[in-house]
Antibody, heavy 118, light 107 residues
Framework: QVTLKESGPGILQPSQTLSLTCTFS??????????VGWIRQPSGKGLEWLAN???????YYNPSLKNRLTISKDTSNNQAFLKITNVDTADTATYYC??????????WGQGVMVTVSS | DIQMTQSPPSLSASLGETISIECLAS??????LAWYQQKPGKSPQLLIY???SLQDGVPSRFSGSGSGTQFSLKISSMQPEDEADYFC?????????FGSGTKLEIK
Protein backbone atom coordinates (compact mmCIF):
# COMPACT_ATOMS: atom_id res chain seq x y z
CA GLN A 1 0.00 0.00 0.00
CA VAL A 2 1.45 3.31 -1.13
CA THR A 3 1.14 6.25 1.24
CA LEU A 4 2.74 9.68 1.31
CA LYS A 5 2.60 12.30 4.03
CA GLU A 6 3.83 15.86 3.96
CA SER A 7 5.16 17.89 6.85
CA GLY A 8 6.11 21.54 7.01
CA PRO A 9 6.28 24.64 9.20
CA GLY A 10 2.65 25.75 8.85
CA ILE A 11 3.45 29.43 8.84
CA LEU A 12 6.52 31.43 7.90
CA GLN A 13 7.45 35.00 7.13
CA PRO A 14 8.22 36.58 3.75
CA SER A 15 11.80 36.10 2.55
CA GLN A 16 12.28 32.94 4.62
CA THR A 17 13.00 29.50 3.20
CA LEU A 18 10.21 26.94 3.16
CA SER A 19 11.33 23.39 3.93
CA LEU A 20 8.95 20.53 3.26
CA THR A 21 9.37 16.82 3.95
CA CYS A 22 7.55 13.95 2.29
CA THR A 23 7.65 10.63 4.13
CA PHE A 24 6.39 7.74 2.04
CA SER A 25 5.90 4.00 2.17
CA UNK A 26 4.94 1.21 -0.20
CA UNK A 27 7.64 1.95 -2.73
CA UNK A 28 11.33 2.83 -2.80
CA UNK A 29 13.23 5.59 -4.51
CA UNK A 30 16.00 3.08 -5.13
CA UNK A 31 13.69 1.19 -7.50
CA UNK A 32 13.98 1.82 -11.22
CA UNK A 33 11.30 4.19 -12.49
CA UNK A 34 10.15 5.49 -9.13
CA UNK A 35 9.93 9.15 -8.30
CA VAL A 36 8.40 11.72 -5.96
CA GLY A 37 6.95 15.04 -6.99
CA TRP A 38 5.62 18.19 -5.36
CA ILE A 39 2.47 20.02 -6.42
CA ARG A 40 0.79 22.97 -4.74
CA GLN A 41 -2.69 24.47 -4.70
CA PRO A 42 -3.64 27.90 -3.36
CA SER A 43 -6.96 27.82 -1.56
CA GLY A 44 -9.84 27.64 -4.03
CA LYS A 45 -7.51 27.59 -7.02
CA GLY A 46 -5.87 25.17 -9.42
CA LEU A 47 -2.89 22.86 -9.24
CA GLU A 48 0.69 23.88 -9.97
CA TRP A 49 3.42 21.29 -10.46
CA LEU A 50 6.69 22.27 -8.77
CA ALA A 51 9.33 19.55 -9.08
CA ASN A 52 10.04 15.83 -9.50
CA UNK A 53 12.96 13.71 -8.36
CA UNK A 54 13.60 10.23 -9.72
CA UNK A 55 15.27 7.02 -8.56
CA UNK A 56 18.46 7.93 -10.44
CA UNK A 57 18.55 11.41 -8.81
CA UNK A 58 17.36 13.10 -11.99
CA UNK A 59 15.46 16.26 -11.14
CA TYR A 60 12.97 18.46 -12.95
CA TYR A 61 11.79 21.87 -11.84
CA ASN A 62 9.07 24.28 -12.85
CA PRO A 63 10.94 27.17 -14.50
CA SER A 64 8.20 29.60 -13.40
CA LEU A 65 9.73 29.48 -9.93
CA LYS A 66 13.10 30.24 -11.42
CA ASN A 67 15.91 29.11 -9.15
CA ARG A 68 13.98 29.11 -5.90
CA LEU A 69 13.35 25.36 -5.79
CA THR A 70 15.56 22.53 -4.58
CA ILE A 71 14.32 18.95 -4.46
CA SER A 72 16.27 16.15 -2.80
CA LYS A 73 15.79 12.66 -1.37
CA ASP A 74 16.91 10.34 1.40
CA THR A 75 16.43 6.92 -0.08
CA SER A 76 17.36 5.04 3.08
CA ASN A 77 14.62 6.73 5.09
CA ASN A 78 11.99 6.89 2.34
CA GLN A 79 11.85 10.67 2.35
CA ALA A 80 11.90 13.45 -0.18
CA PHE A 81 12.35 17.14 0.45
CA LEU A 82 11.53 20.44 -1.17
CA LYS A 83 12.99 23.81 -0.34
CA ILE A 84 11.61 27.08 -1.64
CA THR A 85 13.73 30.13 -0.97
CA ASN A 86 12.64 33.74 -0.53
CA VAL A 87 8.94 32.98 -0.04
CA ASP A 88 6.22 35.59 -0.29
CA THR A 89 2.45 35.62 0.14
CA ALA A 90 1.98 34.10 -3.32
CA ASP A 91 3.53 30.90 -1.97
CA THR A 92 0.65 30.43 0.46
CA ALA A 93 -0.92 27.12 -0.56
CA THR A 94 -1.53 23.51 0.26
CA TYR A 95 1.54 21.53 -0.77
CA TYR A 96 1.18 17.93 -1.90
CA CYS A 97 3.81 15.31 -2.41
CA UNK A 98 2.89 12.60 -4.84
CA UNK A 99 4.17 9.62 -6.78
CA UNK A 100 4.55 10.43 -10.47
CA UNK A 101 4.36 7.83 -13.19
CA UNK A 102 5.23 8.46 -16.80
CA UNK A 103 1.63 9.37 -17.66
CA UNK A 104 0.01 10.47 -14.40
CA UNK A 105 0.33 10.92 -10.66
CA UNK A 106 -1.15 7.85 -9.08
CA UNK A 107 -0.81 8.54 -5.35
CA TRP A 108 -1.05 11.83 -3.49
CA GLY A 109 -0.39 12.78 0.09
CA GLN A 110 -3.03 14.48 2.19
CA GLY A 111 -1.35 17.85 1.74
CA VAL A 112 0.12 20.35 4.18
CA MET A 113 -1.06 23.94 4.43
CA VAL A 114 1.61 26.60 4.34
CA THR A 115 0.88 30.25 5.07
CA VAL A 116 3.34 33.04 4.35
CA SER A 117 2.51 36.08 6.43
CA SER A 118 4.31 38.86 8.21
CA ASP B 1 4.94 25.50 -21.53
CA ILE B 2 1.96 23.47 -22.76
CA GLN B 3 -1.28 25.25 -21.86
CA MET B 4 -4.25 23.10 -20.89
CA THR B 5 -7.59 24.80 -21.50
CA GLN B 6 -10.37 23.08 -19.63
CA SER B 7 -14.10 23.66 -20.13
CA PRO B 8 -16.60 24.34 -18.81
CA PRO B 9 -15.41 25.98 -15.58
CA SER B 10 -18.53 24.78 -13.86
CA LEU B 11 -21.30 22.38 -14.62
CA SER B 12 -24.57 21.44 -12.99
CA ALA B 13 -26.05 18.03 -13.72
CA SER B 14 -29.00 15.96 -12.59
CA LEU B 15 -28.59 12.54 -11.06
CA GLY B 16 -28.40 9.96 -13.82
CA GLU B 17 -27.34 12.51 -16.42
CA THR B 18 -24.30 11.98 -18.65
CA ILE B 19 -21.79 14.81 -18.64
CA SER B 20 -18.60 15.64 -20.50
CA ILE B 21 -15.64 17.82 -19.59
CA GLU B 22 -13.21 18.93 -22.27
CA CYS B 23 -9.51 19.64 -22.18
CA LEU B 24 -7.59 21.25 -25.03
CA ALA B 25 -3.78 21.17 -25.17
CA SER B 26 -1.88 24.04 -26.79
CA UNK B 27 0.23 21.53 -28.68
CA UNK B 28 0.04 17.81 -29.39
CA UNK B 29 0.61 15.58 -26.38
CA UNK B 30 -0.27 12.21 -27.94
CA UNK B 31 -2.13 10.33 -25.18
CA UNK B 32 -0.17 11.75 -22.26
CA LEU B 33 -3.17 13.05 -20.40
CA ALA B 34 -4.66 12.26 -17.00
CA TRP B 35 -7.87 13.22 -15.25
CA TYR B 36 -8.26 13.74 -11.50
CA GLN B 37 -11.19 14.18 -9.16
CA GLN B 38 -10.85 16.36 -6.07
CA LYS B 39 -13.45 16.62 -3.33
CA PRO B 40 -13.48 19.53 -0.83
CA GLY B 41 -10.64 19.31 1.66
CA LYS B 42 -9.16 16.23 -0.01
CA SER B 43 -6.24 15.55 -2.27
CA PRO B 44 -6.81 14.80 -5.97
CA GLN B 45 -7.50 11.21 -6.95
CA LEU B 46 -6.44 9.73 -10.28
CA LEU B 47 -9.35 8.68 -12.49
CA ILE B 48 -7.92 8.24 -15.98
CA TYR B 49 -4.35 7.94 -17.28
CA UNK B 50 -3.00 7.63 -20.79
CA UNK B 51 -6.10 9.58 -21.94
CA UNK B 52 -8.41 6.57 -21.74
CA SER B 53 -7.18 3.99 -19.21
CA LEU B 54 -9.29 3.66 -16.08
CA GLN B 55 -7.34 3.67 -12.83
CA ASP B 56 -7.93 0.63 -10.61
CA GLY B 57 -10.95 1.04 -8.36
CA VAL B 58 -12.53 3.86 -10.36
CA PRO B 59 -16.17 3.19 -11.34
CA SER B 60 -16.72 2.27 -14.95
CA ARG B 61 -19.13 5.19 -15.45
CA PHE B 62 -15.97 7.31 -15.83
CA SER B 63 -14.30 7.22 -19.23
CA GLY B 64 -11.72 9.24 -21.10
CA SER B 65 -11.08 9.77 -24.77
CA GLY B 66 -9.00 11.80 -27.17
CA SER B 67 -5.46 12.17 -28.39
CA GLY B 68 -3.25 14.89 -29.78
CA THR B 69 -4.76 18.13 -28.54
CA GLN B 70 -8.39 17.34 -27.71
CA PHE B 71 -9.52 15.23 -24.79
CA SER B 72 -12.67 14.60 -22.85
CA LEU B 73 -13.82 13.02 -19.62
CA LYS B 74 -17.29 11.50 -19.59
CA ILE B 75 -19.34 10.53 -16.58
CA SER B 76 -22.23 8.30 -17.54
CA SER B 77 -25.10 8.52 -15.13
CA MET B 78 -24.11 11.18 -12.60
CA GLN B 79 -24.08 9.98 -8.98
CA PRO B 80 -24.17 12.09 -5.79
CA GLU B 81 -20.59 11.15 -4.96
CA ASP B 82 -19.40 12.56 -8.31
CA GLU B 83 -19.93 16.12 -7.09
CA ALA B 84 -16.34 17.40 -7.08
CA ASP B 85 -13.72 19.38 -8.95
CA TYR B 86 -12.09 17.74 -11.97
CA PHE B 87 -8.69 18.54 -13.43
CA CYS B 88 -6.82 17.40 -16.53
CA UNK B 89 -3.01 17.20 -16.62
CA UNK B 90 -0.48 16.67 -19.39
CA UNK B 91 2.63 14.59 -18.79
CA UNK B 92 4.12 14.85 -22.29
CA UNK B 93 6.57 17.60 -21.53
CA UNK B 94 8.02 19.36 -18.51
CA UNK B 95 6.83 21.50 -16.87
CA UNK B 96 3.82 19.32 -16.16
CA UNK B 97 0.70 21.45 -16.45
CA PHE B 98 -2.89 21.19 -15.28
CA GLY B 99 -6.16 22.49 -16.59
CA SER B 100 -7.88 25.16 -14.50
CA GLY B 101 -10.54 22.75 -13.30
CA THR B 102 -14.25 22.08 -13.64
CA LYS B 103 -16.58 22.28 -10.67
CA LEU B 104 -19.32 19.67 -11.06
CA GLU B 105 -22.42 20.11 -8.96
CA ILE B 106 -25.71 18.31 -8.66
CA LYS B 107 -28.66 20.19 -10.08
Amino acid sequence: QVTLKESGPGILQPSQTLSLTCTFSGFSLSTYGMGVGWIRQPSGKGLEWLANIWWDDDKYYNPSLKNRLTISKDTSNNQAFLKITNVDTADTATYYCARPLTTAVDYWGQGVMVTVSS
Amino acid sequence: DIQMTQSPPSLSASLGETISIECLASEGIYSNLAWYQQKPGKSPQLLIYGASSLQDGVPSRFSGSGSGTQFSLKISSMQPEDEADYFCQQSYKFPLTFGSGTKLEIK
